[in-house]
């Protein structure tokens, strides 16, 4: 080890000790052996295990309007609870770099899933350029990053382009949500995705219109010759009920 290493762990060793790293969900000082989530928040985490299922509900939910290789969630998006409040924390307070952990978090959940093994690129849904402007960055592509990373796989955020604004979806009722979306994508760039093998990534599925509304002009301007499988890091309990 060089006198530059040691010199380097030393700060480290102290910056530690004067700034300890603190668990991204509970705020808790993170112990020797914890990574970003502390073991307790970890234990509480209300996963899906959808990754590791073939045919799943966010599978079925998709499956009747296109063709879909995979499709997963997390976890449940839980009313009044930790893991609810951080994609809140990365959506609405500016802390894109927690969405690019969970989405590294989200990254390695579907690496050691036998279904998400033939994936190509990652693609996320976009924002509006004035949304992104007001937000200053896109949620999802953060989350994308993250996930691409992970899995060490390319991350195209330039091909698909929101060309039309619409208003949130948070507050309409589901039928009015898929009239909202219809439309509202352009391929710009069709070549760079045809013949592959998409995973489209977003934060929080809850009627799953956007990310449909995305795969479908996909496909169409692919002209059927590309394979889709989809991930977000949630999934509304309200929506989706055992």
Same mark, same amino acid.
């Given at each position: 080890?060089? $006198?530059? %290493? /040691?010199?380097?762990?030393?700060?480290? /060793?102290?910056?530690?000790?004067?700034?300890?790293?603190?668990?991204?969900?509970?705020?808790?000082?993170?112990?020797?052996?914890?990574?970003?989530?502390?073991?307790?928040?970890?234990?509480?985490?209300?996963?899906?295990? @959808?990754?590791?299922?073939?045919?799943?509900?966010?599978?079925?939910?998709?499956?009747?309007? $296109?063709?879909? #290789?995979?499709? &997963?969630?997390?976890? +449940?998006?839980?009313?009044?609870? !930790? +893991?609810?409040?951080?994609?809140?924390?990365?959506?609405?307070?500016?802390?894109?770099?927690? &969405?690019?952990?969970? =989405?590294? +978090?989200?990254?390695?959940?579907?690496?050691?899933?036998?279904? @998400?093994? #033939?994936? *190509?690129?990652?693609?996320? $849904?976009?924002?509006?350029?004035?949304?992104?402007?007001?937000?200053?960055?896109?949620?999802?592509?953060?989350?994308?990053? =993250?996930?691409?990373? &992970?899995?060490?796989?390319?991350? *195209? %955020?330039?091909?698909?382009?929101? %060309?039309?604004?619409?208003?949130?979806?948070?507050?309409?009722?589901?039928? !009015?949500?898929?009239?909202?979306?219809? *439309?509202?994508?352009?391929?710009?760039?069709?070549?760079?995705?045809?013949?592959?093998?998409?995973?489209?990534?977003? *934060?929080?599925?809850?009627?799953?219109?956007?990310?449909?509304?995305?795969?479908?002009?996909?496909?169409?301007?692919?002209?059927? !010759?590309?394979?889709?499988?989809?991930?977000?890091?949630?999934?509304?309990?309200?929506?989706?009920?055992?």
């Amino acid at each position: 080890m060089s $006198i530059f %290493s /040691d010199i380097w762990s030393v700060c480290d /060793d102290i910056l530690s000790l004067v700034f300890p790293p603190r668990c991204i969900i509970c705020g808790g000082t993170l112990g020797h052996e914890e990574q970003d989530i502390c073991f307790v928040c970890l234990q509480r985490i209300p996963t899906t295990n @959808f990754a590791n299922e073939k045919e799943n509900i966010v599978w079925q939910l998709f499956s009747g309007y $296109i063709p879909i #290789e995979d499709a &997963a969630s997390l976890y +449940w998006f839980i009313e009044n609870s !930790d +893991w609810r409040g951080v994609v809140h924390r990365f959506k609405y307070s500016g802390q894109w770099l927690l &969405a690019k952990k969970m =989405g590294g +978090w989200l990254g390695k959940n579907l690496l050691y899933s036998p279904n @998400f093994n #033939e994936i *190509d690129i990652v693609v996320p $849904i976009p924002l509006h350029p004035l949304r992104r402007m007001w937000r200053s960055y896109n949620q999802s592509e953060m989350l994308a990053l =993250g996930v691409a990373r &992970a899995m060490n796989i390319e991350c *195209d %955020s330039r091909s698909v382009r929101r %060309s039309r604004y619409n208003e949130s979806q948070t507050r309409k009722r589901r039928g !009015d949500r898929w009239k909202n979306v219809e *439309d509202i994508f352009t391929v710009l760039h069709p070549e760079r995705l045809r013949g592959r093998h998409i995973l489209l990534v977003d *934060d929080v599925l809850t009627t799953g219109a956007t990310i449909l509304s995305c795969a479908k002009s996909i496909i169409a301007a692919c002209e059927g !010759d590309v394979r889709i499988s989809i991930a977000t890091l949630a999934v509304s309990q309200h929506s989706f009920k055992r």
